[in-house]
């Protein structure tokens, strides 16, 4: 058995030496069998294809599949240092209970969600059941059991108090599609694109494509390369130079937070010149007058002055998008966490409609459906539901539900006013919001005054050290799974199941026993994947997987024999007519309500003169490259923007030492920059924003545009005032959870945040050693 990686493995080496921990396993003890287990990685999306190499009770290394028909062979370093991940000193092996001290002390699991139960029932008794909310974070989306089992056991307590990080993120997308309606017949793929317009999303590193195309989210960089082989066209729109920026034939550097007014000037252009799909637009959208309308005051020269790019690389773009066949705008994190990023958001989705970048009937659908059940495909609009007008409101600021969720910049002020419905138990599934929320004091001071906090987690995260118990849950690997839930993420149709390859800890539990014994206790029903569950008889995980997959088009069992998975072929259908029900349906372009966000979007055009008549800003120093202006532009000229780092996903793998580049996450600058402001390469900053005030480290990046200063969230303690070399730095304490809050969703602005940048006075530990 070699150790070492095959010279021909596509995934690379390492560059970075294992941490002690990685190197001391990856030499099992002489008479070890090691043996290798095909799976798949569950940390993100991606579901990448593995292969464990494990001595039978721990995993030793994890290496990309190269028989894996999807992502053939890719892993990121995150995926690949899963050991650590696993094994490493902060694994929670056994659940916590905070003592009258405040310290925590191991307790078994049992008694751990007995006691739980025993008090989410009081507060339930005493207060109703919206006095206990639920977090979903983003890992608890990685175990397909944990969602359905966590929804079912909320669903049959009664509570309407569901956040998750999805209105952190991108719930712009799910706002879009209640306003506008949906095309049933499904979006255009970028295996068959000709252009793809990528705006605020560096699917290189974050290997995220929004709710864009499978091809952006596994193995994205290949599936780039082969694309672009073939003759797409890529633009990118980012204020930094990604690595994804890099591969594309046209990049447009936008000042941050101007998304919406650069998306209204393609619009503009592709409108007025007349380069939209007549066919489509009369088919299936109403409103197209409007659109034109509203945005005509967005003409080129106007936009590309306040978004400071070059007037003819806008109209360039517009031409080159809409001149295409085929391909479609898809966005990230950049466009919806931006100033007006509901609109934003809107206008792209406007962009794909108006330039038809749909199927049509008789086109045969992708069929990504293989483990889930999949409605058949229509050249038909579902109309839009406006769902969040009817029913619950939320207690605070009167928010309605969006797919079932209040918004979770809410969740704060629902803990922390007074008041008889006044959220008093939280449980948090795989989440650290902590860190996540904007406005770490407030969150911090919210969780603090919870009744009952429980955090379900692999470690002792920044949440979880305020919790009152911490259950430990099982990890990846140590779980049985099938991707039914991220078959919409593969590019074709294609499953995988997985066993357990290695033995969990003995202290922990799988992530869905802990709300199935919360249904059990508390007694609600239990409603799981369509059936009611006995709560008397606690199934077992592979029952449950075949329920979940009780509606696909390939018996679960068939994938089971599959250890690379199963690429499933096409279901041989096509798009089909437009029932007649729903012929009169339309894709609804400019509700009033967007249309009014929209002018508010654009009022800066309005007040803007044309290029030239004003000495042009571009590239400027510190300043002005990224600020439009306005009552912030003296006092905070930078503007801070958000950014992933390769090696870590949110707070997760952080701690591991080695993984990241280092053990704090830069706040990245210009060259100009830092040289315009006096800092060095390394040097401590303290960055304000006009919500609060933050340590950080500087690192010098010529990616960057000028005037943009570029961070990632998730780092940072408990406290303020550490060493921000030791911990990182939370950008939370930089944003606010109400400033630029969106309709509907609440979103509030988490890129473009407006802040200043100076040089920290010297602290013990710059005086120890030497910066970096
Ligand atoms: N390695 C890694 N992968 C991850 C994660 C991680 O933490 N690490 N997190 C996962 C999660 S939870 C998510 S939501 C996804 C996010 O996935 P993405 O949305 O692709 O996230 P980023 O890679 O940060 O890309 C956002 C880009 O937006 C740009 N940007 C910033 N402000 C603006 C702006 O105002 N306008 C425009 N046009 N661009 C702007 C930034 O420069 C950056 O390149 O990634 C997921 N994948
Ligand atoms: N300023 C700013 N704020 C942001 C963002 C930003 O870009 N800028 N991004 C936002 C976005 S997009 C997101 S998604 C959120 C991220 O917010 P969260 O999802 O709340 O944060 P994570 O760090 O991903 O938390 C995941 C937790 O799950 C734990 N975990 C790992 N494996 C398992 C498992 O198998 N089971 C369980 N139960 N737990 C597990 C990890 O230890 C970790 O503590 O942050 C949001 N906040
Ligand atoms: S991209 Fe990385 S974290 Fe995501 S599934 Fe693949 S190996 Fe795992
Ligand atoms: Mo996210």
């Known amino acids: ?79 690949r240092r899963a050991a650590d991940l696993l094994h490493g000193p902060d694994r929670l092996t056994s659940s916590r209970r905070r003592t009258a001290a405040g310290e925590h002390e191991p307790v078994d699991a049992d008694t751990a969600m007995a006691e739980v139960a025993t008090r989410l029932t009081g507060i339930v008794e005493e207060h109703g059941p919206d006095a206990v909310g639920l977090f979903i974070g983003t890992q608890h989306n990685f175990a397909t059991l944990t969602p359905f089992m966590a929804r079912a056991w909320f669903r049959g307590l009664g509570s309407r108090k569901l956040f998750s990080t999805m209105t952190l993120d991108q719930s712009a997308k799910w706002l879009v599609k209640s306003r506008m309606g949906v095309y049933a017949g499904g979006p255009q793929s970028l ?21 864009g195309d499978g091809a952006l989210v ?119 966490m931006g100033p007006h990023s509901n609109i934003a958001e809107h206008l792209a989705a406007c962009l794909n409609v108006v330039c038809g970048r749909y199927l049509r009937e008789g086109e045969p659908v992708p069929g990504r459906g293989v483990l889930m059940g999949e409605g058949p495909a229509r050249a038909e609009v579902v109309p839009a539901d406006r769902e969040w007008e009817r029913g619950f409101r939320s207690r605070v600021g009167g928010h309605g539900l969006l797919r079932g969720e209040l918004p979770a910049a809410l969740l704060p002020d629902e803990i922390l006013r007074p008041g008889p419905d006044r959220i008093r138990a939280l449980v948090v599934s795989g989440g650290n919001p902590l860190l996540a929320l904007p406005d770490q004091g407030t969150a911090r001071r919210a969780l603090e005054s919870l009744d009952l906090l429980v955090s379900i987690d692999t470690r002792m995260s920044q949440t979880a050290r305020l919790a009152d118990y911490v259950i430990a849950p099982t990890m990846l690997y140590e779980r049985a799974d099938h991707t039914g839930l991220m078959e919409t993420f593969f590019p074709r149709p294609f499953a995988q199941y997985t066993p357990a390859v290695v ?19 508390t007694g609600g029903p239990l409603r799981f994947a369509g059936r009611d569950l006995d709560t008397s008889r606690p199934p077992s995980s592979e029952e449950l997987l075949d329920l979940v997959a009780s509606r696909g088009r390939v018996p679960l069992d068939e994938v089971r024999t599959h250890p690379h998975g199963l690429l499933a072929g096409h279901p041989g259908t096509t798009v089909g007519p437009a029932r007649e029900e729903r012929a009169g349906h339309r894709l609804t372009l ?64 952080s701690a591991v030492v080695g993984l990241p580049p280092q053990s704090y996450n830069p706040a990245h600058l210009h060259p100009q920059d830092m040289a315009h402001l006096g800092i060095t390469h390394g040097a401590a900053v303290t960055i304000r924003s006009p ?18 200063l570029s961070m990632t969230h998730g780092w940072g303690g408990l406290e303020t005032g550490g060493d921000p070399r030791t911990t990182g730095s939370n950008v939370n304490r930089l944003t606010s959870l109400h400033h630029g809050a969106q309709a509907v969703n609440h979103m509030p602005t988490l890129t473009a945040v407006p802040v200043s940048v100076t040089l920290a006075p010297p602290s013990p530990a710059d005086r120890e050693e030497p910066s970096p």
């Open 503 to 521: 033995a969990p800890p003995r202290g922990v539990v799988e992530d869905w026993r802990v709300f199935f014994r919360l249904a059990a206790e």
């Open 590 to 653: 400019l509700p009033a309500d967007v249309a009014a966000e929209l002018a508010a979007a654009l009022a800066p055009v309005a007040a803007t003169v044309p290029v030239g008549a004003r000495s042009a800003g571009a590239e400027g120093g510190a300043g002005e490259g990224g600020a439009a202006g306005g009552e912030d532009a003296e006092e905070f000229p930078l503007r801070l923007v958000v950014r992933r780092m390769r090696e870590v996903v949110n707070s997760l793998g």
């Open 1 to 79: 058995m070699t150790t070492s990686r095959p010279a021909h493995d596509p995934t690379g080496p390492d560059p970075r030496p294992p941490s002690p921990d990685a190197a001391r396993r990856a030499r099992p003890a002489e008479g070890d069998t090691v043996t290798r287990r095909t799976s798949y990685c569950r940390l993100c999306p991606a579901s990448c294809g593995v292969e464990v190499e494990t001595d039978g009770t721990r995993v030793l290394r994890v290496l990309g599949d190269r028989q894996h028909p999807i992502s053939r062979g890719f892993t990121c370093p995150k995926g």
């Open 691 to 708: 919500h609060g005030t933050l340590e950080a480290v500087a690192h010098e990046d010529p990616s960057m545009r000028p005037g943009v």
């Open 218 to 336: 596994t193995n994205p960089s290949a599936n780039l390369k082969a694309a672009r082989d073939r003759g797409m066209r890529l633009i990118v729109v980012d204020p930094r130079r990604t690595e994804t920026a890099a591969r594309a034939d046209l990049h447009l550097r936008p000042r941050p937070g101007h998304d919406a007014l650069l998306f209204a000037g393609l619009l503009q252009v592709i409108l007025g010149e007349g380069l939209h799909d007549r066919d489509f637009c009369d088919r299936h959208v109403e409103g197209l007058d409007d659109l034109r309308a509203a945005v005509a005051e967005a003409t080129p020269d106007r936009v590309a002055r306040v978004c400071d790019v070059p007037v003819e690389e806008l109209v360039r773009a517009a031409r080159m998008f809409a001149a295409a066949e085929r391909g479609m705008v898809s966005t990230g994190t950049g466009v919806c």
């Open 191 to 211: 295996d068959e694109a000709d252009v793809w317009l990528l705006a605020g999303t560096n699917p290189l590193v974050s290997v995220n494509g929004g709710d």
